[in-house]
């Protein structure tokens, strides 16, 4: 591991606090140090009040920040000595210790301050840094742990053996380092947890770390095990379906919709084929970081029933033993280990089902890392189970509000890329769907620059081969396809009946009417398969109940459309499946429509283009976003008892009415 530390880079960054900023980035950067939120760090700073005296505060982390990415508002300014009282007190509850950090920030707006912060305050130099290293919890998640975390570091650090975060963690670690401390002492271990380093400046707070991670880089590679995981791509095995079905089990064992992601890479694959996959996997998590978020165990295979019920054995042997009486939370895994399909991860939205996948990847060096040493040995149940349900961890849950109303869901656009269908798709993101867009523009990839909810595939949808990929490709990021929003189609330009030609009708059927035709098919047997019963929104047009001259092959396609949809909704209904047509008109804020084009009209009409643009019944002008709200409403509970309905949002047109 290499210090990134880099003077020129340094430089921009004057001052305590922006030092600080800059080797926690540093620290970031480096994904075997601290992944999604995790580690973190701390400056001692004495500075003035706005009344004059001055004060001396520790600038801590904040919650919801990632080192990575931190700036200086992301760390909370706690009051110091406060701190170093609370950290003599015998005892404190933790819901009570994050109250007295959060009532001695002395900034408001500020993040909560990390459950880390007294750990912070009590150790006696300016810098602390803290990481859950892979190298470090490779060692120290074995048999004989401890004694290669000596042989690794000597006295150059102080170990303290595993205890959870929180207020009883700070005050062993106070006694421990007042014990064992010396002059070159520059970190601190923690079994199963992670690594402490320390300094007077930000620079050698941060080398310490690098150094420290990199001894135990060394002592793995003397012992043949680093690098052991495979790399490199793996076969996709899993079909459509067989995802599709598998997240339906999971997503009703969880009791609520679950975005699943799909990983085939070789060190997944190869992970889930070894023959001890379950003695390996099924022990905790290497650090208690990891609990909460990536559930304690994967499930081998695909019996979802049995992980649910040992699951509910798991909370049941533990909790009669808890304290304080503890809710269960759902028994679905977040992760499955399956010897065709791979890793394939869990949670309410896409970043979550990521930061799962991220951090079992992580989990998967340190597992065969530890594994080549001796044997990975992970703390036991009981410890895993106190962090998973630490009362500071239930209190959060029970202060989550509701989630968005597509929290776990999947849908699919087409024509995603612009108009309409990028305010689709707009409108779910907003409301909490993962979404995959589908676009003959290659645009699409970046039409909502890079989020993990959104899925861009550059997709001719006339061409069953791309509508194929493009189906495996989202199946493989989100798990299924529960809403299908039929959008893309074309509109020729203005052409009476005796000039158009075969071609002509060909082409604009075979976009408006067979591509959709041919979607519907593909997707039925995924929408079959959606938690909360499939939804289809065609978009059809104000030319359906009222045809235009000059637009017959548009007019006449997507009439066959919204037939087709008819038909679907009569026959999909046994299936839970809803499907409903919107008929928008005059949708102006689209590619199709320049200033030029629309001035055109506007001046053909003999109207202002404002007149022009809200010529109809309302006098109001019909925007994309407000076809995507609808279409994504009539996907939501308002119309749940509603199939086979056709809605205009034209802003009320007299032929129509
Ligand atoms: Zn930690």
Redesign the pocket.
Known sequence: MKSLWNDAEASQYSGDLLQRVYTSQLLGRDHTLVLHG???TSVKIREPMVTGEEEDILYVKGSGWDLETIREEGFAPVRLPHLVKLSKLDSLSDPQMMNELSTQVTRAGAPAPSV?TILHAILPYKYVD?T?ADAVLAVTNTADGEKHVREIFGDDVVVIPYIM?GFDLAGLCASRFARDARAATTGMV?MN??VFSFGATARESYERMISLVTRAERFLEGRGASGVAPSGPGPVTGSPRELAALRRELSDAAGMPLVMSTHTGEKYLQFARRADVARLSQQGPA???HVIRTKRLPMIGRDVAAYAQAYRDYFARNSAAAKEPKTMLDPAPRMALDPELGLCTLGRSAKDARIVADLYSHTIDVILAATALGGYRALPEKDIFDVEYWDLEQAKLRRAGKPPVFTGEVALITGAASGIGKACAQAFLKRGAAVVGLDIDARVANAFGTRADFLGVHCDVTSRDAVNAALDAGVNAFGGVDMLVLNAGVFPGGRRVESLTDEEWQRVTRVNVDANLALMRECHPLLKLAPGGGRVVVIGSKNVPAPGPGAAAYSASKAALTQLARVAALEWGADRIRVNVVHPNAVFDTGLWTEEVLASRAAHYGLSVDDYKTNNVLKTEVRSADVGELAAEMCGPLFAKTTGAQVPIDGGNDRVI
Request: glycine letters at 24%; hydrophobic letters at 10%; zero cysteines.
């Open positions: 995790g580690g973190n880390e803290h859950h975060p923690l947890h992670g650090t208690p970081d």
